[in-house]
């Protein structure tokens, strides 16, 4: 499953290969384990809908969000300003609970040579997050990824997410969310660029 992975995404490579019926009955034992019986009539069909759920959510440890950035960009003939991918959602899970982390990504970046369609940046954010992550890495992911491939002048990244496994359990933190940033070259060297960012970033975000 997870052949073509870079460096930046840790534990990618770790695991063999494991059938859906071991992951089925995997789930069964789960449901066995808080107390219900898997065979019940609501239930029987549970574990097969869990490992058609996880490939889905987890779809993005087989693809290689660099290809993406990779295979599409085109010189910019001289176009030098900012360059903004705002507000796009995602769904992720949380590396130590697998519980949901839903939220927003702004990506921007100040061109040099090369440029991508949005949609492409859009995929970056897909595919980090359909992996069990924590809100810091896939913010740096995404940063770094463009930085890497793009070469461009500067990238500045921000995650604003609420995390399930605080709703949920233990503290009960209900309406927080979590605010993550990664500045990039001239976003964190040149103030007013990012000054420029950031009000984009809070123009219009307010939910
Ligand atoms: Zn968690």
């Not at 239930?43 to 950035?69: C, I, K, M, N, W």
């Not at 970056?124 to 890497?148: C, G, H, M, P, W």
């Not at 609420?162 to 009960?172: F, K």
Request: charged content about 30%.
């Amino acid at each position: 499953m997870a052949h073509k992975l870079e460096s930046i995404s840790p534990g990618a490579s770790a695991g063999g290969v494991v059938s859906n019926a071991e992951a089925e009955e995997a789930f069964r034992t789960v449901l066995r384990w808080i107390g219900e019986d898997p065979d019940r009539d609501g239930l029987r069909d549970t574990p097969h809908r869990l490992v058609r759920a996880f490939r889905e959510y987890f779809s993005g440890y087989e693809e290689d969000p660099a290809q993406v950035l990779r295979k599409t960009f085109s010189e910019v003939d001289g176009y030098d300003e900012i360059i903004v991918l705002r507000g796009v959602t995602f769904e992720s899970h949380c590396e130590h609970h697998i519980a949901p982390i839903i939220g927003r990504v702004w990506v921007g970046y100040l061109p040099d040579k090369r440029v991508v369609g949005i949609s492409k940046l859009a995929r970056v954010v897909e595919i980090f997050s359909k992996r069990l992550q924590l809100q810091e890495r896939l913010t740096a992911q995404i940063a770094n990824t463009i930085d890497d491939v793009l070469k461009p002048r500067g990238v500045a990244v921000v995650v604003k997410a609420a995390h399930h496994c605080m709703i949920s359990r233990g503290i009960h933190k209900r309406g927080s969310d979590l605010v993550t940033s990664r500045m990039l070259g001239a976003f964190r060297d040149q103030p007013a660029t990012r000054a420029e960012f950031l009000s984009l970033v809070n123009d219009g975000s307010s939910e």
